[in-house]
């Protein structure tokens, strides 16, 4: 399995020209947080807005609005309520993460199966946590747009019953998908059914909220990278680059605190590509 260096992942890492403008870095959506999870919706869309996503827009329980908004105003926020009337966003944004926070309850399924209904083929969907939950639950469902799934290996397992890697590559090469296996370390896999190793992360990891950090950063990423498994291998790598310079001082690493930390991150990595050149 072929591991991922940050040579390669400096050459994914595309200079910014002159004259670029927001919408030359992608127009991403996020459909995240229920009324009991603002901060998986706000987690999320701060990753996104951290790596350089020219515009994001989130759609989030009514209850999540106004403190979002508040919180991040890079971001713009609506009711996911207004889904129904608001096709236009649907139609503008080219890329979508859906599932953090979002809850598994009857809304949810309903918005869940519209929106993959609603996905053109040139869009790219990612399903995290709930979003995977409810894939799996509706396997009637099914759209048209490139998809990224963000399992825990555990619960691969479970949802799929893919018990290893050869499992999962096959799974990933025959259904189109990418894949990325979450864990000590994340594996990678392509839609060709090729994987790649992540670097090793740290225990301080192991805390609420990273995973909707790393899903944040893979969406932002999407609209600056020429193919989607680029911003899945710069998302992870960077992701963990990130807290293993934070673990160096600090116990536990908060994904807010990583957020903060990744345009810096992104500056060093291609200060080093521009001194290597």
């Known amino acids: 399995m072929e591991e991922v260096t940050e040579e390669w992942v400096s050459t994914l890492l ?32 701060r990753a996104c807005v951290y790596v350089g996503s020219g515009l994001t827009s989130l759609l989030t329980h009514p209850a999540n609005v106004s403190i979002i ?14 889904v129904s009337t608001n096709e236009d966003l649907l139609q503008k944004t080219q890329h ?47 759209t048209k747009a490139q ?5 825990h290996f555990g619960e691969w397992q479970r949802l799929k019953r893919a018990f290893d890697i050869q499992d999962s590559r096959t799974w990933a090469k025959e259904s189109g998908i990418h894949l990325v296996l ?31 950090c790393l899903a944040g950063m893979m969406l932002g990423f999407l609209g600056q990278v020429s193919d989607p498994f680029e911003a899945v291998v710069l998302a992870c790598y960077l992701h963990t680059a990130v807290a293993n310079s934070l673990y160096q001082d600090q116990y536990i690493v908060l ?7 990744i345009p810096y991150a992104m500056k060093r990595l291609f200060s080093k590509k521009e001194a290597a050149s």
């Open 14 to 45: 595309k200079e910014r020209p002159k004259t670029a403008y927001k919408n030359q870095f992608g127009h991403n959506l996020l459909i995240a947080g229920n009324q009991a999870m603002a901060g998986a919706a706000l987690i999320a869309s």
């Open 147 to 151: 998809l990224i799934l963000t399992p």
């Open 182 to 212: 979450k864990g000590a370390p994340t594996v990678m896999i392509d839609r060709q059914g090729k994987a790649y190793q992540n670097i090793a992360g740290n225990p301080g990891m192991a805390i609420g909220g990273m995973g909707d």
């Open 69 to 82: 908004h508040q919180a991040l105003p890079e971001a713009m926020v609506d009711s996911w309520k207004a």
């Open 96 to 142: 979508w993460l859906i599932g953090p926070g979002m809850g598994q309850d009857t809304e949810s399924r309903s918005l869940f199966i519209h929106l993959m209904e609603q996905a053109r083929a040139d869009q790219v969907v990612i399903l995290d946590a709930d979003g995977l939950n409810l894939w799996c639950q509706n396997p009637q469902v099914t």
């Open 255 to 261: 994904p807010s605190r990583l957020i903060d930390q």
